[in-house]
């Protein structure tokens, strides 16, 4: 293991280590911009140079690796005065278009250029000028003016997506960016060069012009839009999403996220959103409270004597902390239903990120519900014969027009999900949920990684969570389950779901966990016993 003196800061690093992952170790900063850490090192935007005692010349230290008795410094007069001349070549042509630019408040050129040089321009003649709102793919503009050249996208085509698109043309000052004769920037992972071009080159057609980055309000969340559950961060401004950026989690995603799930916001805003809760009230479906609503799905559902001819319908878009408490309401009053579990169909699938379920939760569900001893049939399976009741929950379920025959065939039907469906119009009581952008929880992906969400935008007062819903319907149905946050939620579920043994709500932060490595209980975890089923009511 090599040991080396960065700017007097003794540091020892495996062998094979860059200059600028020691130098980042023991907090040195050495400005880049061609260099990522999920991409390979080509070394020429000349940013990082550095002076070291084991070469005559400055180093790049992206890419230079650390020797024994290596002397580096990165603030030495000629490093200094390297770097202004760098900046100065870049901005040689760039645009200067701050003020109208979308990269404007996180943009690497801008940061650099105050803290390195903050120097007028010298050039005396016109700017040579290059392609502007270029559209590379359905999703991608380039700003030629503005590219530095750093190869980013290139690179990310070429070794991440596995699809050559992109290429540098022509020579010298008049070299840009460009795709291939005849093709588009248009694979599955186009999105990803937007957001790891340095400068404002490459904006995302979804999100330019729109907002200020510096308006926005950041949460980090879960991608639910298929099994892999990539780490995200969604900004918002206005309680509106409006954009979707990947999250860094080597255990996951890396760095990187897919189109579907970056773009699938604009499908939740586009969808008609039921925000008010209905019920029967003299024989025909009106808008009520919340309560009033609750109280109508209790009366319909304790109804039925034998809970056998209850249906319940559960959705792999569940945060673990909702199954949980749905499993309880399955375990207690509604104990002996039939239990159907559904979700979105199977879709495209590859070999980098994108998975063939479309669920985000499958695995923690049917975890927690083989944990309560509830068996799950799949929504394929439904059978609706001898039914008189019917719990709903989630609105994303591969069924036809002949499921939905099936499920409205059942006398009482009480759906909870948050957009205008068929099973909304056939409910006859509805009670309005949260999207997973309006929720706090835990979602396990296929691989049985734990993963955090926190909620980026504030529901309407009369929506509420699943679990929410499941804890109202089975206190009237006379089981007491009580909880007021989601933390104490996950705390349960790690103390009675062995797979999530030893897990806290904290310990999840920044990466997850998997199931099964959590500290191991004294004892081995005991769920609470159910409660007798309540005496049925009249609907």
Same mark, same amino acid.
């Given at each position: ?282 024989? =025909? ?5 919340? @309560? !009033? &609503? +609750?109280?109508? %799905? #209790?009366?319909?559902?304790? $109804? ?53 379920? =479309? ?5 923690? @569900? !049917? &975890? +927690?519900?083989? %944990? #309560?001893?509830?068996?799950? $049939? ?5 059978d609706t014969a001898g039914l008189e009741a019917l719990l709903v929950f989630g609105d994303q379920h591969a069924l036809d027009e002949a499921g939905l025959e099936k499920l409205e065939r059942v006398p ?128």
């Amino acid at each position: 293991m090599p040991t080396l003196k960065i700017d007097g800061r003794e540091v020892t690093v495996e062998r094979g280590t860059t200059i600028l992952d020691a130098a980042r170790k023991v907090g040195i900063d050495i400005p880049t911009f061609c260099y990522h850490p999920g991409l390979t090192k080509p070394a020429n935007c000349r940013m990082c140079l550095v002076d070291t005692n084991k070469a005559p010349k400055p180093t790049p230290a992206c890419y230079a690796e650390c020797m024994d008795d290596m002397e580096v410094s990165t603030q030495s007069p000629e490093i200094v005065k390297t770097r202004k001349a760098v900046l100065e070549f870049i901005l040689l042509n760039h645009p200067v278009d701050c003020p109208i630019c979308d990269q404007a408040g996180e943009c690497v050129l801008q940061d650099h250029y105050f803290k390195y040089s903050a120097t007028p321009s010298r050039l005396a003649h016109k700017k040579v000028h290059k392609p502007k709102v270029k559209r590379l793919g359905p999703d991608v503009v380039l700003d030629a003016e503005r590219c530095i050249l750093c190869t980013r996208c290139i690179r990310f085509c070429d070794e991440v997506a596995k699809e050559t698109q992109l290429e540098i043309v022509n020579r010298g000052e008049h070299s840009e960016i460009t795709t291939f004769p005849g093709k588009q920037l248009d694979n599955p992972y186009a999105g990803n060069t937007v957001d790891i071009c340095p400068v404002g080159a490459l904006t995302s057609v979804d999100f330019r012009f729109r907002t200020r980055v510096w308006m926005l309000q950041s949460s980090d969340g879960v991608c639910p839009e298929c099994s892999r559950g990539c780490k995200t961060r969604t900004d918002v401004f206005e309680n509106v999403p409006r954009r979707t950026k990947p999250l860094h989690n080597p255990r996951v995603n890396d760095w990187w996220m897919c189109d579907e799930g970056r773009l699938a916001y604009r499908d939740y805003q586009a969808l008609p959103r039921m925000e008010g809760p209905a019920a029967q009230v003299e024989g =025909k479906r009106r808008v009520v409270t919340n @309560v !009033e &609503a +609750i109280e109508a %799905a #209790a009366l319909e559902l304790g $109804a039925v004597a034998q809970r056998q001819k209850i249906g319940v319908v559960a959705t792999p878009w569940f945060t673990n902390e909702d199954a949980w408490l749905v499993a309880e309401l399955l375990r207690g009053p509604l104990a002996g239903a039939r239990i159907y579990l559904g979700g979105r169909a199977d879709g495209t699938a590859d070999e980098i990120l994108r998975m063939a379920d =479309k669920n985000p939760n499958r695995a923690g @569900v !049917e &975890a +927690i519900f083989e %944990a #309560a001893g509830l068996k799950a $049939a799949p929504l394929s399976a439904l059978d609706t014969a001898g039914l008189e009741a019917l719990l709903v929950f989630g609105d994303q379920h591969a069924l036809d027009e002949a499921g939905l025959e099936k499920l409205e065939r059942v006398p009482r039907r009480v759906v909870v999900s948050a957009f205008q469906t068929p099973l909304w119009k056939m409910a006859t009581t509805f009670l309005p949920a949260r999207t997973h952008f309006e929720k706090v929880g835990t979602f396990t992906n296929f691989e049985g990684m734990v993963q955090r969400l926190e909620q980026a935008v504030n529901a309407a007062a009369s929506c509420k969570s699943y679990g929410y819903y499941a804890m109202k319907l089975a206190e009237l149905m006379g089981h007491t389950i009580s909880f007021v946050r989601p933390e104490d939620v996950f705390a349960e579920v790690a103390r009675t779901v062995p797979g999530f043994a030893g897990m806290t709500w904290q310990g999840l932060a920044p990466y997850g966990m998997k199931l099964g490595e959590g500290v191991a209980p004294a004892e081995p975890p005991t769920l609470p016993q159910a409660a007798p089923p309540a005496a049925p009511t009249e609907a």
